[in-house]
């Protein structure tokens, strides 16, 4: 069974600043993907970012960007230049590549970021 | 619609009393989940559709739980004989499926249990 792991409950950075969230994984498939959810208070999920598997090249969105290790299980989220609307929490999640059935989503129990002026 | 409409917003419940949340996927959207986010648990899959074949129901938690999705659009989710650890936020989301991996997510309804 695959789990999902994020070891900081609660972060927080001063605006404009530089801050990495950390995810880390465990699974025996060799293929899957990798998701950054953002949930503000609205309670809607936001997707960040995504990064395939079988993908070396790390993924990146505007000021977000991943690090993603493969062999170690690690996916990192680094915010750039935070923003007070980056405020929220954030949940790493796990999807297997599926061609057709159930594609769920195993999740991480969330980081909660707090940016501050 | 333009996204992910889920109703109530928000719902009060006395313990023992059946609910039932509503789920509008985007048109066109075949794929609809169903998760449940309890404070300090997570988010955890309950059910999943797919078109008209038969759903995923590995997720929910008793045989409280049901749900059905007519004419492969909306779904409602009905718990019946509410407990307080039924109180959560109940999450949909749907998904083109085929080659699109991604979901859009509703913004879920509050339940709560007293």
């Known amino acids: 069974a695959q789990t999902v792991t994020q070891s900081q409950p609660e972060m927080s950075v001063q605006e404009a600043e530089t801050v990495t969230l950390s995810c880390t994984y465990d699974?025996?498939?060799?293929?899957?993907?990798l998701f950054w959810y953002k949930q503000p208070p609205s309670r809607q999920m936001i997707l960040v970012i995504r990064q395939e598997a079988y993908k070396q090249q790390n993924a990146t969105e505007n000021r977000f960007s991943v690090n993603f290790q493969k062999a170690a299980k690690s996916f990192s989220l680094k915010i750039s230049d935070s923003q007070l609307g980056d405020t929220a929490m954030y949940f790493c999640?796990?999807?297997?590549?599926?061609?057709?059935?159930?594609?769920?989503?195993?999740w991480g129990l969330g980081t909660s970021l707090a940016v501050n002026p | 619609g333009a996204g992910v409409s889920q109703s109530p917003s928000n719902k009060v419940t006395e313990k023992g009393k059946d609910v039932e949340l509503r789920c509008d996927p985007i048109?066109?959207?075949?794929?609809l989940y169903w998760y449940r986010q309890s404070l300090g648990q997570g988010l955890e899959f309950l059910i999943y559709f797919q078109g008209n074949s038969a759903p995923d129901k590995s997720g929910l938690p008793s045989d409280r739980f049901s749900a059905e999705r007519t004419g492969g659009s909306v779904s409602t989710l009905t718990i019946q004989r509410t407990q307080q650890e039924d109180s959560a936020v109940y999450l949909c989301?749907?998904?083109?499926?085929?080659?699109?991996?991604?979901?859009?997510f509703g913004s879920g309804t509050r339940l709560t249990v007293v």
């Open positions: 048109s066109g959207h075949t794929a």
């Open positions: 999640a796990f999807m297997k590549h599926s061609a057709g059935n159930n594609r769920k989503l195993i």
């Open positions: 989301a749907s998904s083109l499926g085929g080659r699109d991996y991604g979901y859009t």
């Open positions: 699974t025996s498939e060799s293929n899957y993907y």
